[in-house]
């Protein structure tokens, strides 16, 4: 079974800084697609970057990027130019490709961004 | 209306009541699901279903009950419920759940159930 370690609960910015979420997963799949997702205070689960691990490229969108490191199981989240709207709990998560494979999520780190 | 809704999104409830939360996906997915979200627990996946078609049941007590009546509305009927069910419900979609490229679930916004 696949499992997702967030090892920092809660971790605080300031304001235009640069912050990076540790994410760690285990699995026995070559293949398989991370995520990380975003939940502001308002609930609703957002999108914020996919990684397909055939893909040796870190994924990009805007000032969120990925640092992907298959051999170690690692799946790291940075966001630069930090924001006050960055303030969010963040969930990174495992998704095989077989047809059984479901989507795994961590327990969350919870980011605090300050003036 | 784009993306993912759903109704209620705030229920409180009595142990003896009977209700139902309603998710509803305008991204033209095949597949839905329903989660619960519990403080300091991962995210806890309850259903799939893929083209109307239920595909997993994580060991979910009956009392919750699915129903997927198109590939757009996805039901979760509740009764009897304990208060230990109090929690955020997320629905998310879609394109399939095969596990390929086009596995990226959308989330709704959740319903926040509270059982007294």
């Known amino acids: 079974a696949q499992t997702v370690t967030q090892s920092q609960p809660e971790m605080s910015v300031q304001e235009a800084e640069t912050v990076t979420l540790s994410c760690t997963y285990d699995t026995s799949e070559n293949n398989y697609y991370l995520f990380w997702y975003k939940q502001p205070p308002s609930r609703q689960m957002i999108l914020v970057i996919r990684?397909?691990?055939?893909?040796?490229q870190n994924a990009t969108e805007n000032r969120f990027s990925v640092n992907f490191q298959k051999a170690a199981k690692s799946f790291s989240l940075k966001i630069s130019d930090s924001q006050l709207g960055d303030t969010a709990m963040y969930f990174c998560a495992f998704r095989g490709t077989g047809t059984a494979s479901k989507l795994t999520f961590g327990t969350g780190t919870r980011l605090q961004v300050t003036l | 209306e784009t993306g993912v809704t759903q109704t209620p999104r705030h229920l409180v409830m009595g142990m003896t009541n009977k209700k139902s939360l309603k998710c509803e996906q305008h991204l033209g997915h095949n597949a839905m699901y329903w989660y619960k979200q519990s403080a300091k627990k991962p995210l806890e996946l309850m259903f799939v279903?893929?083209?109307?078609?239920?595909?997993e049941n994580n060991s979910v007590p009956s009392r919750f009950s699915p129903e997927c009546p198109n590939s757009s509305h996805l039901f979760l009927h509740l009764h009897t419920l304990q208060p230990e069910d109090s929690a955020l419900y997320l629905c998310?979609?879609?394109?399939?759940?095969?596990?390929?490229?086009?596995?990226?679930?959308?989330f709704g916004p959740g319903t926040r159930l509270l059982v007294l």
């Open positions: 279903y893929s083209l109307e078609e239920r595909v």
């Open positions: 990684q397909e691990a055939y893909k040796q």
């Open positions: 998310a979609s879609s394109q399939d759940s095969r596990g390929g490229a086009g596995e990226t679930q959308y």
